[in-house]
């Protein structure tokens, strides 16, 4: 059974392209983030909702747009993409209730933009 | 912002010899985390720290928080080669961000 699942693995397409990235999770928890991972393997958040309310949106780019219909999913879309935006992104989630920090993280989007 | 210091970034030692990782702040966190991420993979947690002074043992592995939960540690005793990966400490504050460090990639020769 897959706790946090992404969807796709990997992502190629061209720079102004539009894209999604999805989340599920299945771990009942009531947080879910965003990540970036860049080539240097630097894991920096950039989203985070807890009950589908957005509580942490870091410095990020007004092209990148969380939803989140559910507690169990969190998608990320991604517009009018950039070169710079190439990257791995994983989801995560935890149970902030339980008052266990630990994240558990989905295997990533390799997204490539050329 | 808080930052936390993760050193050494990079670090290749022969299979059997001991190293220790480090990760510094001046913040104080309610919990410390270490994760260890393989290549292609997600991050996987490999333990909590949560009291200042706090030691706790994973096999060869022993995690120390700090005395004021500002710093910790992950020392490896006789390393192997299934060691190899990236290790990363995330400090955790109550009712806000989790703060990765930028992580230590560990190899080890056999």
Not at chain 2, 17 to 40: A, D, I, K, M
């Amino acid at each position: 059974d897959t706790a946090v699942s992404q969807t796709p693995k990997y992502l190629v397409t061209q720079m102004g392209n539009d894209k999604s990235i999805k989340c599920e999770q299945n771990l009942g928890h009531d947080t879910m983030y965003w990540y970036k991972q860049d080539s240097k393997k630097f894991l920096k958040i950039m989203f985070s909702y807890n009950n589908k309310e957005l509580i942490i949106n870091e410095t990020v780019p007004n092209r990148f747009s969380p939803k989140s219909p559910d507690k169990a999913h969190l998608n990320l879309h991604i517009n009018s993409l950039e070169l710079g935006d190439s990257a791995v992104y994983f989801c995560a989630s935890s149970s902030w209730t339980s008052g266990d920090e630990t994240q558990y993280f989905g295997p990533g989007t390799r997204l490539l933009v050329l | 912002t808080q930052l936390l210091e993760q050193s050494p970034q990079f670090l290749s030692i022969q299979e059997g010899e001991n190293l220790t990782v480090y990760c510094n702040s001046s913040s104080v966190f309610s919990s410390l985390q270490w994760y260890r991420q393989e290549p292609g993979e997600g991050p996987v947690l490999l333990v909590t720290v949560v009291t200042g002074g706090e030691v706790k043992k994973l096999k060869r592995l022993t995690f120390q928080f700090g005395d004021a939960r500002k710093d910790s540690s992950l020392h490896i005793t006789a390393a192997q080669p299934g060691d190899t990966g990236l290790y990363l400490c995330a400090g955790a504050r109550r009712d806000d961000k989790i703060i990765f460090g930028k992580g230590t990639r560990l190899h080890i020769l056999p």
